[in-house]
């Protein structure tokens, strides 16, 4: 199989033994990270002899596109790999004013003509997931393989190319590019910890991505093994947990993974990787009607965050035709927020973009497993 052209030592041991100088390696990097150019054809400023020299061995990215579902304010990516597994990323665009917006769940919201202002990239860190959680898409998929870090990257430098294609240059003449990226996409991140920690330092080498570490945001559904890594690694990103239940009891009904590491084990470790990074954690909280969402779970989060360094974001269930569940209604995700906010907590109600799309949280898979479920 052939290697990603970003792979710096592949790119060095061919440094090596065929005289490669680095200001070559150089190049083939600002090409593909700061140019966003990822077709060979497309690299005007390596030879030509060097770009048939790579063509050999190397490959610009190390996933191929096969669909893309375009919305207002999303794009949903569908790659294949090289050894032909399907995953996706979803393109978020945010508007400005997007703060202001007020939350509904049956209108989304006109952002045509609107100023873009941040880009977000929702990516997948493996094929499936092995978790299972009751109300995932993804994880009904089951778990086939994790995503190496070139394949993680890779979505990244493709979602570029594309941002450049349809939005061309700002007004100051630099590219627009990725700005947050997101490990919300298919799989468990904390499982893949490698690739994904090999990832995130390219996302934030100043030569590659240079992304800024608070505009990473890993999330998981409550590894402890992974959290602990975290901390002894010193990962300064953004962690949220997908929390989705407030004890044990019906956290260990929607999520069996909680079995293997208990609410209160796990929240020992969130405080110990608050207090070893000062960094507040991001709760998710799924809003499920009837099952999630009722004021009595409200104060029990209450009472399960207080004096915690937390952000609760709420996540209207995004529904799903093999699942049984229903999304809870606007005025029980209103008065859980109040609830939340009389406690001191800070919230905000996730805007479930890519619904459209089919991308959602918990959505992507879904025509996957649409084709399994009608076969
Ligand atoms: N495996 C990681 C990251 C991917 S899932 C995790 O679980 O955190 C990203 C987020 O989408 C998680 O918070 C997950 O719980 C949520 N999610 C999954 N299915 C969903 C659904 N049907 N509706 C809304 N959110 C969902
Ligand atoms: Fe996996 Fe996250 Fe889906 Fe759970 S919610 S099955 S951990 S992708």
Redesign the pocket.
Known sequence: MKTPLFDTSALQSRATSHQLPPFKVKQIFFELFKNQRIHREEMTTLSKDLKAELAQSFTPLSLSIIETVKSDTTTKFVFQTLDGYIVEAMLMLHRQDEKYAPYSATSPRKVAGRKLNRITLCISSQVG?????L??I??KLGFTRNLSWDEIISQILYANRRIQQQFGKKEDGSLRAVRNVVFMG???PLLNYDNVIQSIEIMLAQERLSLGRRHITI?T?GIIPGIKRLIADKVQVKLAL?LHAPHQVLREKL?P?AKAYPLPALMEVIDEYVAATDNRIFYEYIMIKGITDTPALAHELVSLLAGRLAHVNLIPYNPNPVLDFLESDVKNIQLFKQILEKGWLTVTVRESMGREAKGAC?QLGWENVKKRVSE
């Open positions: 997931c092995p978790v299972n959680c109300f995932c993804t994880g298919m799989g468990e999330s559904a997908s999520m993974i918990g």
